[in-house]
C-alpha cells in the first residue's frame, strides 16, 4: 500500500478560536502544520511553531527561511498591505493560499436574498495602500474594507492561486472572546434594555466548529476565488436573545429600538445574508444554525450562574 505523503501547511495566526481548532483537525489529519505569529502564546501540541510580526516583510522572510507549503491558510490577515507582503513572501514558496475574510465585505451590500459571490468581485475592487492601515482605530472602522482590499490583493495576481472564504457570524465555544453573547446575558439577567435598530434585520451564523471544519476542508481542495461560509438559515436578534433568555429564566428580555445610535451586537440594519450554493456545490454540507444555536450558547455562557 503506497501512502500519501503529508501535506506541508503553513497557517498564519492559528493561537486561539478557530484557529487553533483548525491546527487540531489538521495535526489529526496526518498533515505537517506550521504556525507562524507574534509568539504570544503556543500553537497545538505537534504543530512546528514560527515566531515574526507578519507586518514585517523582512522578519518574515527571515522566519520562513527556506520552507516551501503545499497550503497556507492565513486567520489574521486584515488589510491589503499585509496581504502584499504575504503575496511577495510566500510566492513560488506554495500551490495554494487561503485567506480567511468575512461576511463585512459585503458591508455596502443591501439584497433582500441572501448575496452571493459575485457581489463582490475582487478583481474589480479599488485598492488602496496608502490608508493609514497601520492604526487600530482606522482598521476598527475598516474591517469589511480591509479584508476586502486585501482579497483584490491577492486576486490581482493569477500566479499566485488563492481563495477567500468569506466566513459568516461565528458563534459558539467556552473560548469565545468577542462578549456578544455575554452582552445579552447580561441584560437579560439583569432586566436592562437591549438596543436594536427599528427596523432590525436577520444575519448569517455559523458555529465555530463547523468553520473550523469548513477551513480544514478548503485545505483539500483546489477552489479559487471567494467562497461563502455558512450554516443554513438566517438568524434574529430576536431568536438569538430567546436562546439566551432560556439559560435565565429569571431574567427579563426588555426591547429598546433606537433609531440613531449604538445598537447590540449582532443588530443590523440590512440584512446580513449570504448565499451558500457555491461552497454546496463544491461538496461541503452545512448544518443549520436553529440545530447547533442552543449548544452554542451553552457552550459561550456555561451553566449561566
Not at 30 to 50: E, F, I, K, M
Request: overall charge negative.
Amino acid at each position: 500500500m503506497v501512502m500519501e505523503k503529508a501535506r506541508e501547511v503553513l497557517v498564519i495566526g492559528g493561537n486561539r478560536y478557530v484557529g487553533k481548532r483548525l491546527v487540531t483537525r489538521l495535526l489529526a489529519a496526518g498533515d505537517r502544520v506550521t504556525v507562524l505569529n507574534r509568539g504570544s502564546s503556543s500553537p497545538p501540541a505537534g504543530a512546528v511553531h514560527l515566531v515574526a510580526d507578519r507586518n514585517d516583510e523582512e522578519a518574515l522572510r527571515r522566519a520562513l527561511g527556506a520552507r516551501a507549503f503545499d497550503v497556507v491558510v492565513d486567520q489574521v490577515c486584515y488589510t491589503p498591505r499585509q496581504a502584499a507582503i504575504a503575496r511577495r513572501v510566500l510566492a513560488g514558496r506554495t500551490r495554494r493560499y487561503v485567506l480567511t475574510s468575512t461576511v463585512e465585505v459585503y458591508e455596502y451590500e443591501d439584497s433582500i436574498a441572501p448575496v452571493r459571490e459575485a457581489a463582490v468581485d475582487p478583481t474589480t475592487v479599488p485598492v488602496d495602500l496608502g490608508l493609514p492601515w497601520e492604526k487600530p482605530e482606522f482598521l476598527d472602522t475598516h474591517y469589511g474594507e480591509g479584508k476586502r482590499q486585501a482579497e483584490a490583493v491577492l486576486a490581482a495576481d493569477p500566479a499566485f492561486p488563492s481563495a477567500a472564504v468569506r466566513v459568516a457570524h461565528v458563534l459558539g465555544g467556552a473560548d469565545d472572546f468577542t462578549g456578544r453573547l455575554q452582552h445579552y446575558a447580561d441584560r437579560i439577567r439583569a432586566g436592562e434594555p437591549i438596543a436594536v435598530p427599528v427596523d432590525n434585520q436577520p444575519a448569517t451564523y455559523i458555529h465555530v466548529e463547523e468553520i473550523a471544519d469548513f477551513l480544514a476542508w478548503a485545505v483539500d481542495q483546489d477552489f479559487t476565488g471567494p467562497v461563502n461560509a455558512a450554516s443554513h438559515g438566517l438568524l434574529t436578534t430576536e431568536e438569538l436573545c430567546a436562546a439566551v433568555a432560556d439559560r435565565f429564566p429569571d431574567g427579563e428580555t426588555v426591547w429598546r429600538a433606537v433609531e440613531v445610535g449604538e445598537v447590540s451586537p449582532f443588530s443590523f440594519t440590512r440584512s446580513y445574508g449570504m448565499d451558500n450554493s457555491r461552497a454546496t456545490r463544491l461538496g461541503f454540507s452545512f448544518g443549520d444554525t436553529r440545530r447547533w444555536l442552543p449548544r452554542a450558547v451553552a457552550e459561550t455562557l456555561g451553566r449561566g450562574d
